[in-house]
């Protein structure tokens, strides 16, 4: 009888700790809203979020993050957008085209171009400027504000849900 129970409290304390380690590395977002369309397609579409990867590395220019809008009430649900502008990089956008530090972007994965103007401006220390793929309905960083570091969740790594969209998620490595 000992060694049942033994049995069974290693199962309970390794399940225990297995779910802990996961809800430390991990966590699902949803897709919500259309700023991503067309590299995230749907409404509903769930990610599986990566809390770890930005603890081994810091993020970069085309990742797709996960992150809390500093615009936004504590508990206000995050959102989802790729990063283009890093920490002292410059950033213009005019001519439906985003200039990083005085070079045109070529984005690939943009549905639409952008049909704003943003004056040159230098990207804070320690945060980022995000913009969502479809440029004309995202509310990102075209409207004046960054995410701080501290602010962001994880980098996309898999759609999971629903399964027409899995894979991995639409992470972008610029050339420089």
């Not at 049995?7 to 779910?19: E, G, K």
């Not at 700023?35 to 509903?44: H, V, Y």
């Not at 649900?77 to 950033?91: E, Q």
Request: net charge negative; proline share 9%; aromatic share 10%.
């Amino acid at each position: 009888m000992k060694s049942v129970l033994r049995d069974v409290l290693v199962i309970f304390i390794s399940a225990v700790v297995i779910i802990l380690l996961l809800q430390a590395t991990i966590q699902t977002s949803p897709v919500i809203g259309s700023c991503m369309e067309d590299s995230l397609r749907r409404e509903g579409q769930r990610l599986l979020i990566s809390k770890l990867a930005y603890r081994l590395h810091e993020p970069g220019r085309g990742d797709v993050i996960v992150f809390y809008p500093p615009h936004k009430p504590d508990g206000a649900i995050p959102y989802i957008k790729r990063i283009i502008g890093l920490p002292g990089d410059t950033v213009e956008i005019r001519g439906g085209v985003v200039y990083v530090n005085g070079s045109p972007l070529d984005e690939p994965y943009v549905k639409s171009p952008p049909r704003y103007t943003v004056a040159e401006l230098t990207v804070p220390e320690n945060e980022y400027f995000v913009l969502g793929d479809n440029r004309p309905v995202a509310d990102d960083s075209h409207n004046g504000w960054t995410v701080e570091r501290e602010d962001i969740v994880g980098k996309a790594w898999l759609s999971i849900w629903p399964p027409s969209t899995w894979g991995l998620a639409p992470n972008y490595s610029f050339s420089e």
